[in-house]
């Protein structure tokens, strides 16, 4: 077994605790991993990346070669494509669809939203809106690491203690918001993977759970939700203006 | 039962120097070292040792050979180019050799992912004579600063660690082994052993040169430097050092099919080098850093037989080495990637943190040289180089630490007006006071900015050496004229008040000084907690 991740975003956005919970998470396992992350100047809003790499055997370059990573892990979705060379022809991205604007030159973000959903295998996570309804607004690289949950050698409940090391001095509630984080943004993760297992293209998977709850999400729902997404009522569905999120029951009612 | 610890490389070298008995780390801050120290400093109560920053990496250097002098064991870290301002102390101290084992960490930046060049350290351990190892993983930068503890006092000289960014700066599980205690006080009693003077440094130096065979024995039968030629293809000969190695492993899954040494110990196993060049039809050297391994076996005559590495092209000639370049260095096709359907992915640049001093500061300068045809503005090394992009392209140098201060006199020497220079207070205790020194004796006609945001912050907020009160008093203690000495707030609503100030500071003929006094927003978020 060997899983290789890059993790992107932009200085400050918190990689660096994501990779502190997937390395433990590997290391609690018995996993060996190796894990580059870049300092200095580079974390001074500018984009950053590290690369993660996990395996049961000796791992040998810090650095995953280019073609070969499992997962792109991005918090923004605009930092996705400077490391698409890095990914293997069939790795996944999952990425947060909040762009962080502060460069002159940032695209249209629906431009920017729908690049990611057309990629082979795209996990698109509204992160912001996951963090905030937990009430902690800055975990968005909870929700990601939740999502990349999905597809990596890890169970949620992997994460239980080093969250307990992370956030326990700042009280249970903190660690109970952050867990919640996690368990949604893997709702959406395992969501999304099962309906592109099932064949589904990936924008349409993607841009249906765009509208829903995560906490609506039941994955025994996947073959009829496949089924009723590949329907005559999609597009329908997809074009209608709305106001927040819907659950996944109300989502199935409209299609059907 | 093993005992294991999630280590960044530099955080393993750390740890092994911990567990080697050193009393004490020195070192100034710089990426991509600073992170040995922050190691031993977060640990220094439990383990009893000193850990307190100095002004600069010739001080530290220095500390750490006075601890040595002592008896006890000391490691100093700084950056590649951090070495350039310790050099003298390093340099003579190959002559004076050590007492209490001493171990320079020096980490390189190829490929300058947050530096001014891409130098390579290993020349500086050759130039002095002593040895260097240079780890490929995290597990030998513990182990190996164990053993080069021992050497150092062994040899009495002391003993390089080289590492590059990829490796101070990624995390592995180190199997730890058993802590031994710290050498008492022990001071030397030669009263000629650490004295350069004439007479005693040539015995000193005849002496350290006399021990080179010893030492270049010593690392032809070092562990860290492994020939494997038994059974492997010998149509293709590859020398690797540090982690390059890791990188032509990673090609055949670990399996290397071809002759292939691995060099991470120096003065380079010549020996070694030979058996391999000897047993092959065609050489590769695939090295992290310059061509020190290429160049000292290429000679006059070349070896023989092809050789391809850098200087045929073979090899890019600079930037950092990857898995990439490796594969296509043996003609290994890529594979995977997957196409973008952005039309162009927009640079990201780092930039001064929103709510910066620093901005401030530079809006000040922009608006203030606005009037003059000649807009010059010297800066630093720091945050504030960052100063260099828009909206503020308010610098136009940044060569090296405190060279904002020096290259504005010598300019206004040519007659260049305005002269303008930047810098922040842990670079101006770094090597600018001296620069200022000189400016203030001649009264040059310049300003300097001190950007006293209270921490070294490029970095990660370490402790700065002086700042408000302190600084101002150095500043004064210099021979800079009290009233063309000027503490500014950078704040927004201050910008018309600090704008008269400035403007009449610039147009003072002769030198003048303007703290701009705010902390850093950083620091001041991580003292809230």
Not at chain 1, 137 to 149: D, S
Not at chain 2, 86 to 104: E, K, P, Q
Not at chain 2, 414 to 440: E, N
Request: proline share 6%.
């Amino acid at each position: 077994m060997k899983y290789d991740v890059i993790l992107a975003g932009v200085g400050g956005q918190g990689i660096l605790t994501i990779a502190y919970l997937l390395d433990n998470a590997a290391i609690n396992r018995g996993f060996r991993f190796k894990q580059a992350e870049v300092h200095g100047m580079a974390q001074r809003g500018g984009a950053v990346y590290s690369h993660m790499r996990i395996s049961d055997r000796e791992i040998i370059s810090d650095l995953i070669p280019e073609g070969h990573a499992d997962m792109v892990l991005s918090v923004e979705p605009l930092e996705v494509h400077r490391y698409l060379y890095m990914l293997a022809d069939n790795g996944v991205v999952v990425s947060s669809v909040a762009p962080v604007v502060n460069i002159p030159d940032y695209p249209e973000r629906d431009v920017v939203v729908n690049a990611l959903y057309s990629l082979p295998r795209p996990v698109a996570l509204d992160a912001g809106a996951i963090a905030t309804e937990a009430g902690v607004p800055k975990a968005e690289n909870m929700a990601m690491a939740g999502a990349a949950t999905a597809f990596m050698p890890f169970d949620l409940s992997d994460y239980g203690p080093i969250v307990e090391k992370l956030f326990g001095k700042k009280g249970p509630e903190m660690v109970a918001a952050n867990m919640k984080v996690l368990e949604n943004g893997y709702r959406v993760g395992r969501f999304t993977r099962l309906l592109l297992e099932a064949g589904l293209p990936g924008t349409v998977a993607c841009r249906a759970l765009a509208m829903v709850r995560p906490d609506s999400l039941d994955e025994a729902r996947v073959p009829q939700v496949k089924a009723l997404l590949q329907g005559p009522r999609v597009a329908a569905a997809f074009d209608r203006p709305r106001e927040g999120l819907i659950t996944l029951d109300e989502l199935v009612a409209e299609l059907s | 039962m093993d005992v294991r610890e999630i280590l960044l490389g530099d955080e393993a070298v750390a740890l092994g120097a911990l567990h080697a008995g050193i009393s004490g780390a020195f070192g100034y801050p710089g990426t991509p070292s600073t992170e040995m120290f922050e190691y031993v400093e977060a640990h220094a109560e439990k383990w009893g040792v000193i850990a307190r920053w100095s002004a600069n990496e010739k001080v530290a250097y220095e500390e750490a050979l006075g601890m040595s002098f002592a008896g006890k064991r000391s490691i100093v870290s700084m950056k590649h180019v951090g070495l350039n301002v310790a050099a003298d102390a390093f340099v003579n101290s190959g002559v004076t050799g050590v007492h209490g084992g001493l171990v320079l960490m020096v980490a390189d930046d190829p490929g300058m992912h947050s530096s001014q060049n891409e130098q390579d350290s290993r020349f500086y351990a050759k130039f002095a004579g002593v040895p260097c190892y240079e780890p490929r993983n995290q597990q030998e930068c513990y182990d190996m600063v164990r053993e080069a503890f021992d050497l150092s006092e062994k040899l009495e000289l002391p003993v390089v660690m080289r590492m590059v960014t990829r490796l101070a700066h990624s995390r592995a599980d180190v199997l730890l082994g058993e802590p031994r205690p710290q050498n008492k006080l022990d001071p030397v009693t030669d009263p000629t052993h650490f004295t350069l003077l004439p007479g005693v440094a040539r015995k000193r130096w005849a002496k350290v040169a006399a021990m080179q065979p010893e030492i270049i024995a010593d690392s032809e039968a070092s562990r860290f430097n492994t020939l494997e030629l038994e059974g492997r293809d010998t149509k293709i000969g590859i020398i690797a050092n540090g982690v390059a190695s890791n990188y032509v492993r990673e090609i055949w899954d670990g399996q290397v099919p071809y002759a292939m040494l691995s060099i991470r110990r120096y003065p380079l196993p010549m020996a070694l080098i030979k058996k391999l060049v000897d047993a092959v039809d065609v050489v590769y050297v695939f090295e992290e850093g310059y061509p020190l391994i290429e160049e000292a076996i290429t000679g006059i005559n070349g070896i023989g037989k092809p050789l391809h590495a850098r200087a045929d092209g073979t090899v890019p000639r600079t930037g950092e080495l990857t898995p990439a370049i490796a594969k296509q260095v043996f003609g290994i096709q890529p594979s995977g990637g997957v196409k973008s359907t952005l039309e162009n992915v927009p640079g990201r640049p780092p930039k001064l943190c929103q709510g910066c001093s620093h901005a401030d500061t530079y809006n000040l300068i922009r608006e203030t040289l606005k009037d003059y045809p000649v807009k010059r503005a010297f800066a630093d090394i720091g945050c504030y180089t960052l100063g260099f992009y828009e909206p503020f392209n308010g610098v136009h140098s940044c060569v090296d630490m405190g060279a904002s201060i020096t290259m504005a006199k010598g300019a206004s020497a040519a007659g260049l007006f305005p002269v303008v220079a930047t810098i922040g207070d842990s670079t101006f205790m770094h090597s600018g006071m001296t620069g200022l020194v000189g400016a203030a004796r001649d009264n040059a006609n310049m300003t300097l900015f001190i950007l006293d945001n209270s921490t070294v912050a490029m970095t990660g907020t370490q402790l700065t050496m002086a700042t408000g009160d302190a600084l101002y008093n150095v500043v004064k203690g210099l021979g800079v004229p009290e009233d063309h000495i000027k503490i500014i707030t950078p704040l927004p609503r201050k910008h018309e008040e600090n704008m008269a100030v400035v403007k009449a500071e610039i147009e003072h003929n002769g030198l003048s000084v303007i703290i701009a006094r705010r902390v850093c927003i950083q620091a001041a978020r991580k003292a809230r907690g």
